[in-house]
C-alpha cells in the first residue's frame, strides 16, 4: 500500500471510528489484523510479478521461506480449549446487559464452530496455508518464467526442515511454481540442517528457548499500567466478572488468531478485544521473538549465518554458469528471524523491553515472520553502457527489501561484502555442546 493511499485509509478508519458509538468487530472495515506470528501472509505481502529491474535477465533465484498457517500445537490446543469454555459466560453476560459487545457480534459468537480438525490433527497445515504457499510458487513461476520452464536434475533444490506441516507446504509451493512438470523435493535431513541449525543444537534449546529468564520482559510488561489496562478492558468489554491471567488472555487472543483468516469472514473471537488490546498482545510476541529467535540473546545471530552463506555459495556459482536455477527453503519463523538478526536487520537504537511498549518499534513479528514469511534474492545478469554487471535483488515477503543496499538492489560487489562475514558459518557439536533430538 503506497503512501497516499495509506493516509486515506487511515483519515477513513478514523471517522469510521469517531462516528460509531461502538466498537463493532463484525462491520469494521479497520479491524486489526496484525497478531505476530500468526499473521495472514495478506495482510503483508506485496507482490513479485510487479518488480522491475530494467535490461536484466534473472540468472538465479534463492528463496527462504516459513511455512503457511497451520492448526495449534498440543499445548496450544490444550490451552485454546480453555478459553472456548468463556463463550457461555460472554454470551450470558451480554444477555444480562453488563457487556459492551455488539449484538451482532455476540450472533456470531453464538453460531460460531471451530473447525473440526483442529484439535484432532494438531499442527497440521490449513487449506488457506496451502492455498498461499501454492500461490506465492505460482507467482514466482509467472514472474521468472525463463527460470522455472525447464527444470532439470541438478538446476535445482527443494527442501524443507522436519515438520509435516513444513513438508506440506513445500509440496504447496512446488506445485504453484512447477506446475505439471515433475520435479524431485530432497529428503529432510534428520539429524542436523543448515536451514534451521538451533532445531537440533542443544545450547539453544536448553539456554535459550527452554530458559524462562529469557522471557522476564514479558513478565514485566504484564505488570505495567498498559498491560494491566488491556486486562481491565477485556473483561469489562465482555461483562466477565472474574480476573482474566495473562496465560488466559494468551490463549484467547489465541483463539482469535488460530481462527482469524484472511479469505473468509473474520473469527468473531477477534471481538472480544478493542484495536489497543491487540497491539498491546502484538507486543507481548514482539517480546517473545525478539529474546528468543533475535538481538535479545547474542547467540540467535549466529544460526542466521549459515544459510547466507548458503546462498552466497549458490550465487557465486550461478554466475559462473555452474549453479542452480532456482535454489527453495522451508524453515520456520525462528530462522527468519536469526536471518535478519545476523544482517543486523530492523534493530532498535536500543532493546525492546517490558517497561513499557515502544510504539514506533522497528522489530515487528507481523511484518517479518507471519505465516508464510519468506525472503527472496534474485541473482541478475544486467546490461549496461555496453557491458555485463550482475546484481543481487532483495525481496521481503514480495516487497524490495529497501533496507538493503539501493533500494533492495546491490551491485554484485556490495553482495559479497554484505555476506563476506558469513563466510564458513556453520554450528558444529563442539559449539552446540550436545545434540537435541526431540525437535524430530
Not at 308 to 314: A, G, H, K, Q, R
Not at 357 to 384: D, H, I, P, Q, T
Request: charged letters at 25%; a neutral charge.
Amino acid at each position: 500500500m503506497n503512501m497516499q493511499c495509506l493516509l486515506v485509509f487511515t483519515i477513513l478508519c478514523v471517522y469510521l471510528t469517531n462516528a460509531t458509538l461502538k466498537q463493532c468487530y463484525w462491520n469494521d472495515g479497520c479491524s486489526y489484523k496484525y497478531f505476530s506470528s500468526k499473521t495472514s501472509y495478506d495482510a503483508v505481502r506485496g507482490d513479485i510479478r510487479d518488480a522491475k529491474l530494467g535490461d536484466c535477465e534473472p540468472v538465479s533465484i534463492w528463496h527462504i521461506m516459513r511455512h503457511g498457517p497451520r492448526n495449534p500445537g498440543p499445548d496450544f490446543a490444550r490451552k485454546i480449549k480453555t478459553a472456548l469454555s468463556y463463550k457461555d459466560d460472554i454470551i450470558k453476560s451480554y444477555e444480562k446487559g453488563n457487556s459492551s459487545l455488539c449484538a451482532q457480534d455476540v450472533d456470531n459468537l453464538k453460531a460460531y464452530e471451530v473447525p473440526e480438525d483442529m484439535f484432532i490433527y494438531v499442527s497440521k497445515l490449513t487449506e488457506e496455508g496451502y492455498n498461499d504457499m501454492f500461490q506465492i510458487g505460482k507467482r514466482i513461476a509467472q514472474t521468472f518464467p525463463k527460470l522455472v520452464e525447464s527444470l532439470d536434475d541438478g538446476s535445482y533444490e527443494f527442501r524443507a526442515v522436519y515438520g509435516h506441516w513444513i513438508e506440506k507446504s513445500l509440496k504447496a509451493y512446488v506445485e504453484g511454481l512447477a506446475g505439471d512438470k515433475t520435479v524431485n523435493i530432497s529428503e529432510v535431513n534428520l539429524s542436523f540442517d543448515n536451514i534451521a541449525p538451533y532445531a537440533a543444537c542443544g545450547i539453544y534449546q536448553k539456554e535459550v528457548k527452554a530458559n524462562p529468564a529469557l522471557y522476564a520482559e514479558v513478565d514485566y510488561y504484564e505488570k505495567t499500567d498498559d498491560y494491566l489496562a488491556a486486562k481491565h478492558r477485556i473483561e469489562r468489554r465482555n461483562g466477565l466478572n472474574y480476573d482474566l491471567s495473562g496465560e488466559n488472555i494468551t490463549s484467547l487472543h489465541d483463539l482469535c488468531r488460530y481462527t482469524w483468516s484472511s479469505k473468509e469472514k473474520s473469527s468473531p473471537w477477534c471481538a472480544v478485544f478493542t484495536k489497543e488490546d491487540l497491539e498491546v498482545l502484538e507486543y507481548v510476541g514482539d517480546l517473545r521473538h525478539y529474546y528468543r529467535n533475535s538481538y535479545g540473546h547474542p547467540v540467535n545471530k549466529l544460526y542466521g549465518g549459515p544459510p547466507l552463506w548458503d546462498l552466497l555459495t549458490t550465487f557465486q556459482l550461478a554466475k559462473d554458469g555452474k549453479g542452480k536455477k532456482v535454489t527453495s527453503y522451508l524453515s520456520h519463523a525462528t530462522m527468519m528471524d536469526m536471518i535478519y538478526t545476523a544482517l543486523g536487520l530492523y534493530k532498535d537504537e536500543y532493546p525492546l523491553n517490558g517497561t513499557a511498549r515502544v510504539r514506533n518499534r522497528k522489530w515487528r513479528s507481523s511484518f517479518r515472520s507471519g505465516y508464510c514469511a519468506n525472503m527472496l534474492a534474485v541473482l541478475n545478469r544486467c546490461s549496461e553502457r555496453n557491458s555485463t554487471e550482475f546484481k543481487v535483488a532483495f525481496y521481503l515477503n514480495e516487497n524490495p527489501m529497501t533496507e538493503l543496499c539501493d533500494d533492495g538492489i546491490c551491485t554484485w560487489e556490495e553482495f559479497e561484502k554484505l555476506l563476506q562475514p558469513f563466510i564458513g558459518s556453520k554450528i558444529d557439536l563442539k559449539f552446540c555442546k550436545f545434540m537435541n533430538t526431540r525437535f524430530r
